[in-house]
């Protein structure tokens, strides 16, 4: 039996820890966790293309995350830009 515990980002058995200290300011902080959300949205949606789905067109953001410029400036970068 295949057992496949969730969430997993990243299809990997021997992942490495991240332990690197929060960083000294809140606004870096911020921008580290909004950067991963985007870059994880992004890969989904070339996940999704790469398995035959059309690629994005557009993307509409609902919620409080719609009313945040600081997330808009994420969330809007070009899906190709996944790393």
């Not at 921008?31 to 509409?60: D, F, K, M, T």
Request: contains cysteine.
């Amino acid at each position: 039996m295949d057992l496949r515990y969730l969430p997993a980002p990243v299809d990997d058995p021997q992942p490495m820890p991240c332990l690197e200290l929060r960083p000294v300011g809140d606004a870096l902080f911020l921008q580290g966790w909004l950067e991963g959300i985007a870059a994880i949205e992004a890969q989904g949606w070339a996940r999704l293309q790469a398995l035959g789905a059309p690629a994005v067109q557009r993307v509409l953001t609902v919620g409080g995350g719609a009313q945040n410029p600081t997330w808009r400036q994420f969330a809007n970068r070009p899906w190709a830009a996944t790393s």
